[in-house]
């Protein structure tokens, strides 16, 4: 039991020791320094020979006693610190600079002593006053630069940052380990502009080398075109020549081929000439010569036929004539004799005309009778030839009326012969037309 | 101890590396080997008017507090 209770306590011991162990020794890490401060916690300044009034600590551990010293870490990490700054060149050009600035507290004793006076209960604000600081300080290294050298000059940049904040750096116990321009905005197009010489005579001459490219390809090609064109040429030239050869001698071929021919037509024409005139020209003329001479026959026998004819026709008329005139005398005597014989007895003669003319005399009676219109004979059909009886016997009592009727008649006859023989046309002698 | 911590954390007499140019009128920086790690130091020339490029070796000659290093040309 007294052993269990040995060990017990010795174990509560070792508990109890590792708590206190625990609570009075403070290990600082690689990246944090132990500001130690309170009794007895003074060391000297290595380098300036003078007391700091507090401990610093960095590496190891220290015995941090409870209630007579207090112990607070500072981190030495890097911090990291935006910055965005609106500024004007050297030249007066205003640009729009975007950094970035990382910086750490110091290793040596003297930058961690600053930085802790400074910032040991601050340390999560240091990269808002950090900001500010380097703001002004970026605005002062821009205004000494030019556009080219934030571009292109990083050792001037780098230069320029150590001198202008180093001193203040030092007084704050910081170390700038690197200030980096993420990004340059110039409103007036000034660094497009610094770019475009460039990128134009790039561009040019990629145009020119383009350009010839293309022409000396077309030159190869229009080149090529033109010696493929002779050649067809020349060859079409040569099949024409060798096609007009062939079409010549073809022609010659032919040409005596017609030429034979044509002799042999002329000799065929010769010889049909030849048979034509022994098998139908000599019969023919045989026959023309055969009827010639049986026409000739025949015409004589015509000729003396006609001649015949003629005499006797000539003989016959000769006769005929003769007859005629002796009865021409014959029938001349018998009506002077019969003209003697009127001469002495006109009444006779007349009688016998109105005898001839009695139809046209009745038709002129009956014309009385044309101009009544209603006639009412009492005694029927003997009155109408009672009546026309002593019409008629009263027209061949009035002889004298009938005798005159005819001369009338007579003369009217003479005179419609008279007029249409010898009308006289007067031959109108029309000045004008002269 | 403390004296041989102290000679650790010397940084006169270090030998350096210019990355900033160091002339009149400019601030220069080194980068110093020191604590087990590399430091950047604002840098001026020890000798007056003395101009050292980038890239050049300089031994420290001078410090002051906290970031501050006078320095030399140490190549010849």
Same mark, same amino acid.
């Given at each position: 039991?007294?052993?269990?209770?040995?060990?017990?306590?010795? #174990?509560?011991?070792?508990?109890? *020791?590792?708590?206190?162990?625990?609570a009075?020794?403070?290990?600082?890490?690689?990246?944090?320094?132990?500001?130690?401060?309170?009794?007895?916690?003074?060391?000297h300044?290595?380098?300036?020979?003078?007391?700091?009034?507090f401990?610093?600590?960095?590496?190891?551990?220290?015995?941090v006693?409870?209630?007579?010293?207090?112990?607070?870490?500072?981190?030495?990490?890097?911090?990291?610190?935006?910055?965005?700054?609106?500024?004007?060149?050297?030249?007066?050009?205003?640009?729009?600079?975007?950094?970035?600035v990382?910086?750490?507290?110091?290793?040596?004793?003297?930058?961690?002593?600053?930085?802790?006076?400074?910032? *040991?209960?601050?340390?999560?604000?240091?990269?808002?006053?950090?900001?500010?600081?380097?703001?002004?300080?970026?605005?002062?290294?821009?205004?000494? @630069?030019t556009v080219?050298?934030? @571009?292109?000059?990083?050792?001037?940049?780098? +230069?320029q940052?150590?001198?202008?904040?180093?001193?203040?750096?030092?007084?704050?116990?910081?170390?700038?380990?690197?200030?980096?321009?993420?990004?340059?905005?110039?409103?007036?197009?000034?660094?497009? !502009?610094?770019?475009?010489?460039?990128?134009?005579?790039?561009?040019?001459?990629?145009?020119?080398?383009?350009? $010839?490219?293309?022409?000396?390809?077309t030159?190869?090609?229009?080149?090529?075109?033109?010696? !493929?064109?002779?050649?067809? =040429?020349?060859?079409?030239?040569k099949?024409?020549q060798?096609?007009?050869?062939?079409?010549?001698?073809?022609?010659?071929?032919?040409?005596?081929v017609i030429?034979?021919?044509?002799? +042999?037509?002329?000799?065929e024409?010769?010889?049909?000439?030849k048979?034509?005139?022994?098998?139908?020209?000599?019969?023919?003329?045989?026959?023309?010569?055969e =009827? #010639?001479?049986l026409?000739e026959?025949?015409?004589?026998?015509? #000729?003396? $036929?006609a001649?015949?004819?003629?005499?006797?026709?000539k003989? !016959?008329?000769?006769?005929?004539?003769e007859?005629?005139?002796?009865?021409?005398?014959?029938?001349?005597?018998?009506?002077?004799?019969?003209?003697?014989?009127?001469?002495?007895?006109?009444e006779?003669?007349?009688?016998?005309? @109105?005898?001839?003319?009695?139809?046209?005399? #009745?038709?002129a009676?009956?014309?009385?009778?044309?101009?009544?219109? !209603?006639?009412?004979?009492?005694?029927?059909?003997?009155?109408?030839?009672d009546?026309?009886?002593?019409? @008629?016997?009263?027209?061949?009592?009035?002889?004298?009326?009938?005798? $005159?009727?005819?001369?009338t008649? +007579?003369?009217?006859?003479?005179?419609?012969?008279?007029?249409?023989?010898?009308?006289?046309?007067?031959?109108?002698?029309?000045?004008?037309?002269? | 101890?403390?004296?041989?911590?102290?000679?650790?954390?010397?940084?006169?007499?270090?030998?350096?590396?210019?990355?900033?140019?160091?002339?009149?009128?400019l601030?220069?920086?080194?980068?110093?080997?020191?604590?087990?790690?590399?430091?950047?130091?604002?840098?001026?020339?020890?000798?007056?008017?003395?101009?050292?490029?980038?890239?050049?070796?300089?031994?420290?000659?001078?410090?002051?507090?906290?970031?501050?290093?006078?320095?030399?040309?140490?190549?010849?």
């Amino acid at each position: 039991m007294p052993i269990v209770a040995v060990a017990i306590g010795a #174990v509560v011991a070792i508990i109890v *020791l590792i708590i206190i162990f625990k609570a009075i020794w403070r290990v600082a890490e690689p990246n944090e320094a132990l500001i130690i401060s309170g009794l007895g916690a003074k060391a000297h300044n290595r380098d300036t020979a003078e007391s700091l009034g507090f401990k610093i600590t960095t590496g190891k551990g220290t015995m941090v006693l409870p209630g007579f010293q207090t112990c607070r870490r500072l981190s030495l990490d890097t911090r990291v610190s935006g910055l965005e700054v609106t500024c004007v060149t050297s030249q007066g050009i205003k640009v729009h600079v975007r950094g970035v600035v990382i910086y750490k507290v110091g290793d040596d004793f003297s930058s961690i002593a600053n930085a802790a006076r400074r910032f *040991l209960d601050q340390q999560k604000m240091m990269d808002d006053k950090t900001h500010q600081l380097f703001a002004g300080h970026l605005r002062s290294i821009v205004g000494n @630069l030019t556009v080219e050298d934030l @571009l292109r000059d990083r050792d001037r940049l780098t +230069n320029q940052v150590r001198t202008s904040s180093a001193d203040e750096m030092g007084k704050l116990g910081l170390v700038v380990d690197s200030l980096q321009i993420q990004d340059i905005e110039d409103e007036v197009g000034y660094i497009d !502009n610094l770019g475009k010489p460039n990128s134009a005579a790039v561009a040019s001459a990629a145009r020119i080398a383009e350009a $010839q490219r293309n022409q000396e390809a077309t030159q190869a090609e229009q080149m090529a075109e033109q010696a !493929n064109a002779a050649q067809i =040429r020349d060859t079409e030239i040569k099949k024409r020549q060798y096609q007009g050869q062939v079409d010549q001698a073809a022609a010659e071929a032919r040409q005596q081929v017609i030429t034979k021919e044509t002799k +042999n037509a002329e000799l065929e024409a010769d010889r049909r000439e030849k048979a034509l005139e022994a098998e139908v020209r000599k019969p023919a003329d045989a026959k023309a010569y055969e =009827r #010639v001479t049986l026409a000739e026959a025949e015409r004589k026998a015509a #000729v003396a $036929q006609a001649q015949a004819e003629a005499e006797a026709t000539k003989i !016959n008329g000769q006769a005929e004539a003769e007859a005629t005139r002796m009865k021409g005398i014959a029938e001349a005597e018998a009506i002077k004799a019969r003209a003697d014989a009127l001469a002495e007895n006109q009444e006779a003669v007349i009688a016998q005309q @109105l005898a001839e003319r009695w139809p046209e005399i #009745v038709e002129a009676g009956a014309g009385v009778f044309g101009n009544v219109d !209603n006639m009412v004979v009492l005694n029927g059909a003997e009155g109408v030839e009672d009546m026309l009886a002593k019409a @008629l016997t009263l027209g061949g009592t009035g002889l004298g009326v009938a005798r $005159q009727l005819l001369s009338t008649m +007579n003369g009217q006859r003479s005179a419609d012969a008279s007029a249409s023989n010898g009308k006289l046309v007067p031959v109108e002698s029309d000045p004008d037309t002269k | 101890m403390a004296r041989a911590w102290a000679k650790e954390d010397a940084v006169v007499g270090r030998q350096g590396r210019v990355t900033g140019k160091i002339g009149p009128g400019l601030v220069g920086e080194v980068m110093i080997p020191i604590r087990g790690g590399v430091e950047a130091f604002y840098a001026y020339s020890a000798i007056q008017g003395e101009e050292i490029p980038v890239g050049s070796l300089v031994v420290v000659m001078d410090y002051h507090p906290p970031r501050t290093v006078y320095v030399s040309s140490a190549s010849i």
